[in-house]
């Protein structure tokens, strides 16, 4: 994959097909999210977690804009950027970060994750119903069944089920500010490059949330294993993940782009049997049916 300067952004052409694939693919990057931090020690608090990954991303993207924009055409596309929906789109990224691994961490990965991951899809589509888009029919029929494929398919691996109404309330904050980062970055990305955008977006987000962990979580105490593994989530699946999902985005609607991210859970879940070694039940797997036949749907509809 390859993001040109805006000069040279007219000679790639963009469809929904193309879309759909760096947005898929961003999905399978998210979905080693967990695997990842099975392999971290405990210690590391989430909220450093959730900070760090975007400090890392952060300056992954400037590292790869200057170096495909070189670092004064870098300033001035920076100095050009709308940088109020930017800053909206950073702070949706920060509360998006902090409160969903403290809201995982409250409920347990199968609540958590599902009230998240499952949430987002839902709140772009009310979001773009509040704006005056309507979605089409196909896309609500296939989010709704990839969402409920998506909560078997995580209720199915994991038998740690806790009610924690905070938990419950940080989760659903995170799938609303997940959204409305979404609808945010649709609007950047078409009057910025996608390493540009994402390079303002991930600067604000970290710079609003390594204060907040530290406040919440005290000062930052991490080995060399935490190390390495926000340094994966922060390149990997973070800078490289959000960059396919950026350009993307620039040829498909907000709400499919939410939509197909649930690639997650399906790549966490194929992980999870191939490293993890876990053993799921017959609930997972008619959950992993019922997503894949979700994302069929969005992509038929976002194809049409």
């Keep these: 994959m390859s993001t040109l300067p805006d000069s040279s952004r007219s000679s790639l052409p963009d469809s929904p097909l193309k879309g759909i694939l760096l947005v898929l693919g961003a999905g399978i990057l998210w979905g080693t999210t967990g695997t990842a931090q099975s392999f971290s020690d405990a210690t590391l608090s989430p909220y450093w977690v959730g900070a760090l990954r975007l400090l890392i991303a952060a300056l992954f993207f400037l590292a790869y804009a200057g170096s495909i924009n070189g670092l004064p055409h870098l300033g001035r596309q920076l100095a050009g950027l709308d940088w109020r929906r930017a800053l909206w789109a950073g702070a949706c990224m920060a509360g998006y970060n ?32 509040a704006a005056g888009a309507r979605p089409a029919p196909g896309w609500w029929a296939g989010t709704l069944v990839a969402v409920g494929g998506g909560v078997l398919l995580v209720f199915g691996r994991s038998g740690d089920i806790q009610a924690d109404p905070l938990g419950i309330v940080l989760c659903l904050a995170s799938g609303l500010t997940y959204a409305l980062y979404t609808l945010l970055n649709k609007n950047l990305v078409q009057h910025a ?57 620039r040829s498909i609607s907000a709400a ?19 490293v993890v070694g876990e053993r799921p ?22 194809t049409r």
């Design 98 to 129: 902090l409160t969903f691994f403290a809201g995982v961490k409250a409920t347990g990965v199968a609540v958590g994750t599902a009230l998240a991951i499952g949430s987002g899809p839902i709140w772009a589509g009310i979001l773009q119903l």
């Design 256 to 274: 499919s782009g939410v939509s197909l991210a649930l690639m997650e859970p399906l790549t966490a879940f194929l992980l999870a049997l191939a």
């Design 281 to 302: 039940g017959t609930l997972a797997y008619a959950g992993l049916a019922a997503l894949l036949a979700g994302l069929a749907l969005v992509i038929r509809a976002e």
């Design 193 to 249: 490059s996608p390493a540009v955008a994402t390079l303002g977006v991930f600067l604000v987000g970290a710079l609003l949330a390594l204060p907040i962990a530290g406040i919440w979580a005290g000062p930052l105490q991490i080995t060399v294993s935490g190390w390495l593994m926000v340094g994966f989530l922060g390149i990997a699946s973070t800078g490289v993940a959000y960059l396919l999902f950026t350009t993307g985005l």
